[in-house]
């Protein structure tokens, strides 16, 4: 068997791959072959963050239609969807898998399809070929994780990616998980009409969230019908003809409780794509959430490094590995300010500490916050909020946490501020747009100045 050598190998043709094999090529000239198993492209682009959104933009329009269109006079009959329809927009945006590879083999890129397999530290096996190099990014992402439900198996379950494939709209959902996931596809769903419980065994949704934040938007989704319970698990499915007979274990003791459902969606959490990798065989060390990884992103095998959804955030991370790969001098990985949404209506967003994180990490907390902007009066907006965490002896701003639409535009643009050291005095007397949806923020900031003076 002939040996292919390259510079840099990249297992996976995801965000994280992509990105790390452009800038490897880019910067330092390097030789990369990228090798994909499943789906060129990777799960964003195809059947993740940007069909979702698809999705998500369709439900916003039938329930403004429904719940606005009358009010603010515009006379139209009540919006329906058509979710074939929908499914069919949706797939027309997307990229097809021979032009991902058309594209990858034009920049200069050897494609590899297949699933590859460590012969040792620097080479991998692909099906008859066998690859060489001195650095390797494992870039694998992940996949849906089964939680353990009783009779899960048998009861045919979808997740985010076989829900976007339906072109009949099940009659009831239960989603379980109350992550981010959970919440856009439960709401999605329930605006076109299904009726929709999301269970997760958590005590609030979102618990990564700014929890004043997360019991914002839960009254959000509760207002449009949607039920949420928390602290319980599901503990068991099976199927009764047509439906699927749920039954709900509450934490805290209580009864359990049985519900009915035509369709059970799981989003509770991601497993690794790395079983076939045969990492024992190059020595890479894993965890119960993956491949270990130092603030490097290297592995503990020299000259392998893991990026993306394998441990966690993609193109951050390829960039951070693949300077640390070529440059004596790479930065290290830094999470401390990292804005993230949930693209539910309202949006939830938030960069930076939740206050509960302040408190534990000692900091001297003050908070502000604002509810209200002149831009919720045209969408009849009810549920907002606009927080900022600040330490109080030196005012330089801890947190922000928005729930409103256009949530993430508004938290993404002052993450830069945090990574500044803004003070809540900067944030107060900045400059606003009126009528944004940002300028909440800038409310927010001035009760500080009312209230607690520099």
Not at 123 to 144: C, F, N, P, Q
Not at 172 to 187: M, T
Not at 231 to 259: C, M
Request: a negative charge; aromatic letters at 6%; charged letters at 25%.
């Amino acid at each position: 068997m002939n040996t292919e050598k390259f510079d840099l190998i990249v297992l996976g043709a995801g965000s994280a791959a992509r990105d790390a094999a452009k800038k490897a090529q880019r910067e330092h000239g390097a030789r990369v072959a990228i090798v994909e198993q499943e789906r060129w492209g990777g799960s964003c682009p195809n059947v993740a963050c940007t069909p979702t959104k698809a999705y998500l933009v369709a439900a916003e329009l039938v329930h403004d239609v429904n719940a606005l269109a009358e009010k603010i006079g515009i006379e139209t009959g009540p919006a329906t969807a058509n979710l074939a329809k929908v499914k069919a927009r949706k797939d027309s945006l997307k990229k097809p898998q021979p032009q991902w590879v058309e594209e990858l083999q034009a920049a200069g890129f050897t494609t590899v399809e297949g699933e590859a397999s460590f012969v040792d530290a620097h080479t991998v096996r692909v099906d008859h070929r066998e690859l060489e190099a001195d650095k390797i990014l494992i870039a694998t992402g992940s996949r849906t994780a089964v939680p353990p439900i009783d009779g899960i198996d048998e009861v045919g379950w979808i997740d985010h990616i076989s829900a976007l494939e339906l072109t009949d709209l099940p009659e009831s959902l239960l989603v379980v998980g109350a992550g981010a996931v959970g919440l856009e596809f439960g709401q999605m769903f329930s605006r076109f009409g299904s009726k929709v419980t999301i269970v997760d065994a958590v005590e609030r949704i979102s618990p990564n969230s700014d929890a004043e934040a997360g019991e914002t938007l839960a009254a959000a989704l509760r207002e449009e019908g949607i039920e949420i319970v928390t602290n319980a698990f599901v503990e068991s499915v099976q199927r009764d003809g047509e439906a699927i007979v749920v039954t709900l274990n509450p934490r805290d003791g209580s009864p359990k409780r049985e519900l009915r459902v035509a369709q059970v969606l799981l989003a509770s959490g991601r497993v690794p794509n790395i079983e076939g990798l045969n990492l024992e065989a190059a020595g890479v060390e894993t965890t119960k959430l993956g491949i270990a990884v130092d603030e490097h992103l290297r592995t503990s095998a020299p000259g392998i490094w893991a990026a993306g959804d394998v441990n966690a955030v993609a193109q951050y991370q390829a960039r951070i590995a693949i300077d640390d790969m070529f440059d004596a001098n790479g930065a290290t990985a830094d999470y401390s300010v990292l804005p993230a949404a949930i693209f539910t209506d309202p949006e939830l967003a938030g960069v930076g500490l939740t206050e509960e994180k302040a408190r534990e990490e000692g900091h001297d907390v003050e908070v502000v916050r604002n509810e209200y902007v002149k831009r919720f009066s045209y969408i009849e907006a009810k549920h907002s909020l606009f927080k900022i965490v600040f330490d109080r002896p030196t005012r330089r701003v801890l947190g922000l946490h928005v729930v409103s639409r256009n949530a993430g535009d508004v938290v993404q643009g002052f993450s830069l501020g945090l990574r500044l050291g803004a003070t809540i005095e900067d944030i107060a007397r900045m400059h606003h747009v009126f009528p944004t949806f940002g300028e909440g923020v800038k409310a927010a900031a001035e009760q500080a100045r009312a209230a607690v003076p520099a």
